[in-house]
């Protein structure tokens, strides 16, 4: 046991120094060697935790989801949505990533789906908010049957995913009326305002109008929802990642008059913390379920 709980420790410096090394970047290879950093370091799934493939939510090939299914009832429900920057991204990339998410969580005894949704530029905006509400609307139906509670469930989006994860939370044309359709929302390392001149994949999706950047960004209508909320930003993630989410800290604390939850994750770049869940590398997941059972 103490040799491997040395050998654990050892992995986890050895991935703190290489994720350093990349420092404030974001690329496909930074994003090539986050994964074959963290592989390896997965820990073989849970015989318990039980998987439903390729759910249809919808009818377009893209509105499938996975359920990760705990042995036992499940007091929560996750709903989380990848990443990969408005055009691209899967729910199974490889069998790796975001399947050692959807085990990390049910291991630990939370319902967890994971969710993939129309990408650009063939899908542009609202398709990505559009297919989150189709997402929870399934969860909110189906939930009971596999063991979870349809009340309590936390809608969790990272990147690309966290920007129609906010759109979904803040602007109310996406979710029920009178309700937001979810207890919770964890938001990480995403993009939430858009103005200016837009980056090619940004464009791809939010479209080449400048003039309906505003109406489109999730931080515009941050004053509509009052959801409870986790934010996240990585050491790492590069600049352009890492301020909205402080901005939208601002946007929130002072609709609230007080801070929402922010969680700083040191050691971390923009895809690490979500590809960590499931090594000897917990902070990140210890801190996100710390918030999921916070979740009356």
Request: hydrophobic content about 45%.
């Amino acid at each position: 046991m103490l040799d491997q709980v040395k050998d654990a420790a050892r992995e986890i410096a050895d991935a703190r120094r290489k994720i350093a090394a990349m420092g404030p970047n974001f690329d496909e290879e930074i994003l090539g060697a986050t994964r074959a950093l963290y592989a390896p370091l997965i820990r073989k799934p849970s015989a318990a935790v039980k998987v439903t493939a390729d759910v249809a939510y919808g009818s377009d090939p893209r509105q499938k989801l996975d359920v990760y299914q705990p042995a036992g009832a499940a007091e929560h429900v996750l709903v989380y949505i990848p990443g990969g920057g408005f055009v691209a991204g899967d729910k199974n990339l490889d069998g790796v990533f975001y399947v050692n998410l959807g085990n990390y969580f049910a291991s630990h005894g939370i319902l967890t789906i994971v969710a993939n949704y129309r990408l650009a530029p063939a899908h542009a905006w609202p398709a990505g908010a559009q297919d989150v509400a189709g997402a929870v609307a399934w969860a909110r139906a189906n939930a009971k049957s596999f063991g979870g509670d349809p009340a309590r469930i936390v809608l969790f989006g990272q990147s690309a995913g966290s920007t129609h994860a906010a759109t979904y939370l803040f602007d109310p044309t996406f979710h029920p009326a009178g309700q937001a359709g979810v207890a919770a929302g964890i938001l990480m390392s995403g993009p939430y305002l858009f103005q200016g001149e837009l980056r090619p994949n940004l464009k791809a999706y939010f479209g080449d109008d400048p003039s309906r950047y505003a109406e489109r960004s999730p931080l515009t209508h941050v004053g509509k929802s009052r959801t409870p909320l986790l934010l996240s930003v990585a050491e790492y993630d590069p600049a352009f990642l890492a301020a909205p989410t402080y901005e939208l800290a601002r946007a929130v604390t002072l609709r609230d008059g007080k801070s929402p939850s922010v969680a700083y994750f040191a050691g971390h770049n923009h895809v690490s913390t979500v590809m960590s869940f499931g090594t000897p590398q917990d902070d990140v997941g210890a801190r996100v379920r710390e918030f999921i059972a916070s979740v009356g």
